[in-house]
């Protein structure tokens, strides 16, 4: 065999393979970056977050002017007596509607009684105790186009029903006519419907022809606790099947077989139902001052409840050292951590979201619209009895020190304050052992 032929065919294997090992070489000596947002650097394919700064937080805890509760997720009922947050009251309007339109009824027909049973969707706080429970007439129409706050209150007319009743979804209720479970069941003023159904059924009058002309003429009704309050909220699904309000008349004196008429909350796809919670919140004999926050260098510990109660507002007075420096922010992070002993029966919420005010409005921060690194915020267990928010602000923190180049607050709320109650108490920037964290980790851009 040819020496040199040989010798060539080593010699290009041989360049072959130190061509490959020095390509691997730079490939793993050089920094690559995938964008300003969330880049980082990578060495030998393993991310770098580059260089890590931890800021202190001013943190402290507001409340709310008022939140939007129109047709919520579930109504709520209740004087809840809170041990840390004070008194919450919670009340609820809803639309009534027919279940079959231009009822005829008959002439000389007879309300005998009237069953209302609402579904539990769950309860807050510990079961057992009884409410003073009033039903009153809304006597002014509710109007479709416009929204309808916490602080919201109709024009109501005199009670149609005044009972105290146990709240506990768990216990057997009997109506004088079924037992169920799950619900809350109790009579109304037969009167009133006898007046606003009957009556008007009889003399022939046009607005029970289709819903829309009956709530104008009947807006609906108001439920209210009007007790002293409880250690417990109720909160319950208006357009569940088995939430209804059952009618049991009979036509004449020679009538001794009951009929039965059936009004709904609006559970039927095109029906024009309505409802909105109502809600009050008196901090006075809370673990907290709410007018007298120290928002200039914050408090140690801070506030998140839903049902229009308090929230937690987050300023970083040391972000706008990064204002103008053209750095790539690669991750930004806010972790708060929640105080042991101040949960049960108090239900922690799921999951936290993070506000920004901007113009006049309050919207959640870009990171939502993320697909790869949203913002996150779910309830996680640290330890045995430790639990924390995480939030993924990256996004938020880009456009603070690179676009707006301007560091505005944050506020934290409850997912779902309108119609869930559940509240958390945090660490604040002063907190010696569970402060908010908030780490920025960042590259200078070439």
């Keep these: 065999m040819n020496r ?15 061509a490959f090992v020095g390509l691997a070489l730079l490939s793993s000596s050089c920094e690559k970056s995938n964008g300003e947002i969330g880049a980082g650097k990578f060495v030998e394919d393993r991310p770098e ?55 005829d009824f008959g002439d000389s027909t007879i309300c005998d ?10 309860t807050y706080g510990v079961r057992g105790d009884s409410i003073h429970l009033q039903v009153l007439p809304v006597i002014e129409a509710m109007t479709d186009t416009i929204n309808y706050y916490s602080n919201n209150m109709p024009v109501i007319g005199l009670s149609i029903m005044d009972t105290t009743l146990m ?9 004088g006519i079924d037992t169920s479970v799950g619900y809350l069941t109790f009579d109304l003023d037969r009167a009133f419907f006898q007046e606003n159904i009957f009556d008007p059924s009889i003399a022939g009058e046009d ?11 009947v807006p609906g009704l108001h439920f209210r606790d009007a007790g002293t309050g409880t250690s417990a909220l109720s909160f319950f699904n208006l357009t569940a099947s088995g939430s209804l ?10 009538d001794t077989v009951p009929k039965l008429f059936t009004m709904t909350f609006g559970q039927n796809f095109g029906d024009p139902g309505l409802s909105f919670n109502t809600y009050e919140n008196d901090f006075t004999s809370a673990d907290f001052a709410i007018d007298i926050q120290d928002t200039l260098n914050g408090e140690v510990l801070t506030y998140v409840q839903g049902a229009g109660g308090a929230r937690t507002v987050l300023e970083f007075p040391g972000l706008d050292t990064l204002i103008g420096k053209g750095y790539s922010i690669n991750r930004a992070e806010i972790i708060t951590h ?5 949960a049960s029966p108090y239900t922690l919420p799921n999951t936290l979201l993070i506000l920004q005010d901007q113009d006049s409005a309050q919207a959640l921060i870009k990171d939502y619209t993320s697909p790869i690194n949203p913002a996150g915020g779910a309830i996680n267990r640290a330890d045995l009895r430790e639990f924390r928010y995480r939030f993924n602000v990256t996004r938020m923190v880009h456009d603070f020190v690179n ?44």
């Design 207 to 217: 607005f029970l022809i289709d819903n829309e002309s009956f709530v104008e003429a």
């Design 338 to 342: 929640v105080l042991q002993g101040t």
């Design 113 to 122: 009684s009237v069953k209302v049973r609402l579904a539990y969707q769950n």
């Design 4 to 18: 040199y032929l040989l010798k060539k065919t080593l010699n290009k294997s041989l360049l072959g393979f130190l």
């Design 245 to 254: 309000i059952q009618l049991f008349y009979h036509t004449g004196s020679q």
């Design 49 to 103: 977050l580059g260089e890590k700064l931890t800021y202190d937080v001013v943190s402290y805890t507001t409340n709310w002017d008022s939140i939007t509760t129109k047709n919520p997720g579930a109504v709520a009922l209740g004087n809840l007596n809170d041990p840390i947050f004070g008194k919450l009251n919670a009340a609820f309007t809803s639309r009534l509607l027919l279940s079959k339109l231009s009822p």
């Design 403 to 446: 676009e707006k180049e301007e560091i505005l607050p944050v506020i934290l709320t409850p997912a779902s304050s309108n119609s869930s109650a559940a509240r958390v108490v945090l660490g604040g920037g002063l907190h010696p052992t569970i402060p908010v964290e908030f780490n920025v980790y960042y590259t200078k851009s070439e």
């Design 167 to 175: 709240i506990d979804p768990t216990v057997p209720v009997y109506d």
